[in-house]
């Protein structure tokens, strides 16, 4: 991969530092310009993030006259709570997105005729979503704007917290190379995804654990709507590993049906749009008829023809026909799993952060008030595409200056002696207690264990996702009425 750098090349300040390498990241990358000092960080390897696993599409208004219809769609499965401007925004801007992205040589899915092929998914009123690679959107797109990107990148290398000087962000410390040190910047964009591995069962990439959230935490950095965590209710569970497999909503739209072992399809009984109500709907609705009726539940993809399947949905097709399961004349089982961080850092309509100059956010890290109490499938990475554009825009317009010289690295220690043990039950505690189903004792159990560990000695690492948990913790306790993806369960 072209581009990167190792800790002992890097110069002393940028112009920018952006945190992360998915979606929001690299659209924000290719949006500044090349006489810019432009660093971007990343966990791991460039491509493990979200986007990389993204199956779904990208959504766009289908044409100018759908903008109010995708517009109401996306405010419907938010459920009263999205920020209306920033949903009008994200709606009128997506067409541009993506013929911007058209016009730098992405290749989205078409017909023999070269006509751009649009599907449609769980509570979307019409056929408005892209995708390219069948099933591996996410895929594609990341590996293009890596590609697109002419900045430099240093991997591997983990942001343990941000340097903020009079209400300003002035850059990064990072642990890289086992040591840590400072990377100033006048700018910052945080593009670091959600917070997956705070739970035991998730669909998220390894690196993806909050730890952002939680430095915004310590520095007194807003976020929102905490407490709307979405769940996937189509995953593969077959193998228990932490994150797992995921079965696009493309299958749901497109034909595939959720079954019991008898071919049942229960979900009518919940509501009646069955596999194309929105997603939190069909988790509860899976989640309660597993435990009513003790039955496991499959996806059924059997009306599927079979070329067409393998066509359609390649990466599905392979992965799990190489665990053995033969699609789509067999159905697999399926159970939900956490998937999406609906909130995240509060920001304003062109990606900055209120009260702190020089510091913006977007993606999943972000909340940009799009949701509300539910994402619309595949939403996203047009989310993503959508803010990181106005972010990157934003810092051309006014690019920030004056920060100190000089900014220590921290003593506290990254990891310590007990920390992993203590992730595992920070992991099981938040899926028990604070995913698909809550209530007042479990939300209250779930606090009382994460202010406990608190209290203990454990490393600056676990007690930024220590900091995350308990917001979104306390912001459930907040909300006592269920609504969107937050479902309060009334005990006995």
């Known amino acids: 991969m072209r581009n990167l750098l190792r800790q002992r090349n890097l ?6 530092v952006i945190i992360g390498s998915g979606v929001a990241g690299l659209y924000a990358a290719i949006g500044l310009p090349k006489n810019l000092k432009v660093l971007i960080i990343n966990k791991s390897n460039p491509w493990e993030c979200n986007t990389y696993y993204a199956q779904g599409g990208v959504t766009t208004a289908y044409n100018d006259e759908d903008i109010a219809s995708h517009v109401q769609d996306t405010l419907d499965a938010g459920a009263g709570m999205c920020n209306i401007a920033a949903v009008q925004m994200m709606s009128e801007s997506s ?26 998914e769980a509570a979307h009123s019409r056929s408005r979503i892209l995708h390219a690679g069948g099933d591996a959107t996410g895929r594609h797109l990341h590996f293009f704007l890596l590609n697109q990107n002419p900045h430099p990148m240093l991997s591997d290398a983990t942001v343990v917290d941000l340097l903020i000087e009079n209400n300003h962000c002035c850059g990064v410390e990072v642990f890289s190379e086992g040591r840590r040190r400072t990377i100033r910047a006048d700018n910052v964009i945080i593009a670091s995804g959600g917070v997956g591995s705070l739970y035991e069962y998730h669909t998220n ?3 993806i654990s909050g730890d952002i959230h939680g430095i915004c935490i310590d520095k007194g950095i807003e976020l929102e709507s905490m407490e709307m965590m979405q769940v996937q209710p189509t995953v593969f569970v077959a193998y228990n590993w932490a994150r797992k497999q995921l079965l696009s909503e ?12 008898n071919g049942y399809r229960f979900l009518f009984e919940y509501d009646p749009r069955g596999e194309l109500a929105p997603r939190d709907i069909v988790s ?3 989640f309660d008829y597993k435990q009513r009726s003790g039955k496991q539940v499959y996806l059924s993809c059997e009306d599927f023809e079979g070329e067409y399947f393998k066509e359609r949905f390649p990466n599905i097709y392979k992965s799990l026909n190489d665990l053995g399961f033969h699609l789509p004349k067999e159905r697999v089982p399926i159970s939900p799993a956490f998937h999406y961080a609906v909130g995240g850092i509060k920001t304003n309509l062109d990606g900055s952060v209120p009260g702190i ?32 554009k106005k972010a990157a825009e934003a810092i051309v317009a006014n690019l920030a200056y004056g920060c100190g010289e000089y900014f220590p690295v921290g003593n506290e220690p990254l990891e310590l002696s007990g920390d992993k043990e203590k992730k595992d039950r920070l992991r099981r505690i938040m899926w028990e207690n604070v995913s698909i189903k809550r209530t ?8 009382n264990s994460i202010t406990e560990m608190l209290s203990d000695e454990v490393g600056r690492l676990l007690r930024l996702r220590l900091l995350t948990a308990k917001s979104i913790v306390v912001s459930a306790q907040k909300r006592s009425e269920s609504i969107g993806v937050h479902f ?3 005990e006995n």
């Open 205 to 207: 990439a390894s690196t």
């Open 488 to 490: 309060i369960a009334r």
């Open 250 to 261: 493309a299958l749901r739209g497109e034909g595939a049906h959720v079954v019991d072992e």
């Open 11 to 16: 110069p002393l300040r940028y112009d920018v």
């Open 95 to 120: 067409q541009g997105v993506i013929r911007d992205l058209i016009a730098r040589g992405f290749q989205f899915d078409t017909d023999e005729e070269g006509h751009l092929l649009y599907t449609k």
């Open 284 to 286: 509860r609705a899976i």
């Open 440 to 447: 007042p004792q479990g939300l209250q159990t779930a606090l």
């Open 357 to 388: 100059y020089g510091l913006y956010a977007a993606g999943e890290a972000a909340s940009t008030g799009v949701h509300g109490a539910n994402r619309l499938a595949s939403n996203s990475l047009l989310e993503g595409l959508v803010f990181a």
